[in-house]
């Protein structure tokens, strides 16, 4: 019954900020009176707008109630299941999402992105052939470029992905074993940028697939 009510107070609260045409940053009435329009306990309430708050569509204020979140696709995401966070099986399920994700985009990309879009991805190159040459990590540097790489398209939910799949690599980095001879990633990533900068989105895409062959190798090296 408990459930049942938490399930009402959240259907209606989401019609609630539908019907009035509640936008970002919009006050919404307070739990006592939310609970008296839609007939159920304060506790189904406070229950269904902390449920939504993890859900990025309320926000709470201390000490100033309840108000309307700007949409993002990032707290949808991030509720992919804990359990991929860990072990080489359904890593590598993310993986496979990743990289047909980054290559699936690459003609979108190479269709918008200006040299002058590819700068901060040809510096982010050299910094990270710079920290592989002395044996310094480059999980920043590689994250920023991919993210810098795909701005061009304005899409906040290939960002929030990408942003995710990063997250999760970097929870599995520290168990993933160093091939005695490891592949250097900072020439693969100054391949994308001279393809893209030629216009050659095919060339381009293959660059981004030979980019994940190490991670890969390190993956069936778990076993």
Not at 144 to 164: G, M, W
């Amino acid at each position: 019954m408990a459930s049942s009510l938490f399930v009402k107070a959240q259907a209606e609260l989401r019609s609630y900020i539908q019907e009035h045409g509640l936008g970002p940053g919009d006050r919404l009435p307070s739990e006592g009176e939310l609970a008296t329009r839609f007939g159920v306990s304060r506790g189904a309430i406070r229950e269904a707008t902390r449920s939504l708050q993890t859900l990025g569509v309320i926000e709470a204020r201390h000490g100033n109630g309840l108000y309307v979140s700007a949409f993002s696709f990032r707290p949808i995401v991030e509720q992919l299941p804990y359990g991929l966070s860990y072990g080489g099986t359904q890593f590598s399920e993310i993986l496979q999402a990743r990289e047909a994700l980054e290559t699936g985009l690459m003609h979108a990309v190479a269709s918008l992105i200006t040299a002058d879009d590819l700068a901060d991805c040809t510096r982010l190159a050299h910094e990270m052939d710079r920290l592989e040459s002395i044996g310094e990590p480059t999980i920043d540097v590689d994250r920023d470029f991919h993210l810098s790489l795909y701005k061009v398209l304005d899409n906040s939910l290939v960002d929030s992905l990408i942003e995710t799949f990063w997250d999760l690599y970097r929870g599995l980095d520290g168990t993933l074993p160093t091939p005695e001879n490891p592949i250097r990633h900072a020439p693969f990533h100054l391949a994308i940028v001279e393809a893209l900068l030629a216009n050659d989105a095919a060339e381009a895409m293959l660059c981004m697939r030979r980019h994940f062959d190490d991670v890969r190798h390190r993956l069936e090296a778990l076993g």
